[in-house]
């Protein structure tokens, strides 16, 4: 009687050794099966740094008693495979944790917009870079009474779903008159094809209005530094006036909330419905 079980790994690759198709098939399966991903429920906490609390990134580190530690704790390992663990009380050496690596590098996690209609399934270690560009992304508008949107820029935005705010050019070290109405809620200000801003006027303040800049940013352009802006306001008693750095700003993910503003009283804004006398000076 012929022994039928599998010839051992060794002899199948002896050269002169003929493999049979059972076989063949059998490490295809085999393969396969390697390659087989499992859907698993795991507590968010698990996969977040014992020290910062902060999503893990690797490379990581473990001391022996337990604690892992992401590549931000662990600066002065940059070039080694060991660290302090900072999360010891006494000093206790880190090493490199190879095994959890390997687990972090085949995890993917659902996109946490998909109520919004996102199907992705983003690895692990690009979960932030994914929420910072997912194009289903919940984002806030500067525009007083806007319910936010989705995904697009916001300069995009304000082009697209607030057709009806009025556009000013400017030229760089002029002050320009932008004769505003007061039922206007914002205002686009454009610098010389290469810059945008928004002029938003609140309504949120008890006895007056406030007026803030945001810098309107896209993928084709990146605000400059330098460029610096003054808003005055003229009033029968005098003038109001706000200056300073403009702030670029791409998306808002959570309601806006300016740095800095000029309070108006109703008193100047309601003086002359038709034409308010804001004016804006850019360089």
């Given at each position: 009687m012929g022994d039928k079980r599998p010839w051992p790994q060794v002899l199948r690759r002896l050269p002169g050794v003929k493999?049979?198709?059972?076989?063949?098939?059998?490490?295809?399966?085999?393969?396969?099966?390697?390659?087989?991903?499992?859907?698993?429920?795991?507590?968010?906490?698990?996969?977040?740094?014992?020290?910062?609390?902060?999503?893990?990134?690797?490379?990581?580190?473990?001391?022996?008693?337990?604690?892992?530690?992401?590549?931000?704790?662990?600066?002065?390992?940059?070039?080694?495979?060991?660290?302090?663990?900072?999360?010891?009380?006494?000093?206790?050496?880190?090493?490199?944790?190879?095994?959890?690596?390997?687990?972090?590098?085949?995890?993917?996690?659902?996109?946490?917009?998909?109520?919004?209609?996102?199907?992705?399934?983003?690895?692990?270690?690009?979960?932030?870079?994914?929420?910072?560009?997912?194009?289903?992304?919940?984002?806030?508008?500067?525009?007083?009474?806007?319910?936010?949107?989705?995904?697009?820029?916001?300069?995009?935005?304000?082009?697209?779903?607030?057709?009806?705010?009025?556009?000013?050019?400017?030229?760089?070290?002029?002050?320009?008159?932008?004769r505003m109405r007061s039922s206007e809620q914002a205002r686009m200000v454009w610098l010389d094809n290469c810059a945008e801003l928004l002029l938003v006027a609140g309504r949120d303040m008890p006895g007056g209005r406030s007026l803030s800049i945001v810098g309107l940013v896209d993928d084709l352009f990146e605000f400059e530094d330098e460029l610096k802006y003054r808003i005055e306001v003229v009033g029968k008693d005098g003038v109001l006036s706000l200056s300073g750095p403009t702030k670029g700003v791409k998306r808002l993910d959570r309601p806006y909330q300016a740095s800095a503003f000029l309070f108006v009283p109703n008193a100047i804004w309601d003086s002359n419905p038709e034409d308010i006398p804001v004016f804006i000076h850019l360089k």
């Amino acid at each position: 009687m012929g022994d039928k079980r599998p010839w051992p790994q060794v002899l199948r690759r002896l050269p002169g050794v003929k493999r049979t198709r059972g076989e063949d098939e059998t490490e295809t399966v085999t393969s396969q099966h390697r390659a087989e991903k499992i859907t698993v429920a795991v507590d968010a906490d698990l996969l977040q740094c014992c020290v910062c609390s902060g999503p893990l990134t690797t490379p990581l580190f473990q001391c022996t008693k337990g604690h892992i530690s992401c590549s931000e704790c662990c600066t002065d390992a940059a070039m080694a495979d060991e660290c302090e663990c900072l999360m010891c009380r006494e000093p206790e050496t880190a090493t490199r944790c190879r095994a959890m690596e390997r687990v972090l590098a085949g995890v993917s996690v659902p996109c946490p917009f998909r109520q919004h209609g996102c199907a992705e399934m983003i690895p692990y270690a690009s979960k932030e870079a994914h929420e910072g560009a997912c194009r289903y992304a919940p984002c806030h508008c500067p525009i007083p009474g806007c319910a936010g949107y989705a995904g697009k820029s916001l300069v995009d935005h304000v082009q697209v779903d607030h057709p009806d705010v009025h556009r000013t050019r400017v030229k760089p070290g002029c002050l320009t008159a932008l004769r505003m109405r007061s039922s206007e809620q914002a205002r686009m200000v454009w610098l010389d094809n290469c810059a945008e801003l928004l002029l938003v006027a609140g309504r949120d303040m008890p006895g007056g209005r406030s007026l803030s800049i945001v810098g309107l940013v896209d993928d084709l352009f990146e605000f400059e530094d330098e460029l610096k802006y003054r808003i005055e306001v003229v009033g029968k008693d005098g003038v109001l006036s706000l200056s300073g750095p403009t702030k670029g700003v791409k998306r808002l993910d959570r309601p806006y909330q300016a740095s800095a503003f000029l309070f108006v009283p109703n008193a100047i804004w309601d003086s002359n419905p038709e034409d308010i006398p804001v004016f804006i000076h850019l360089k």
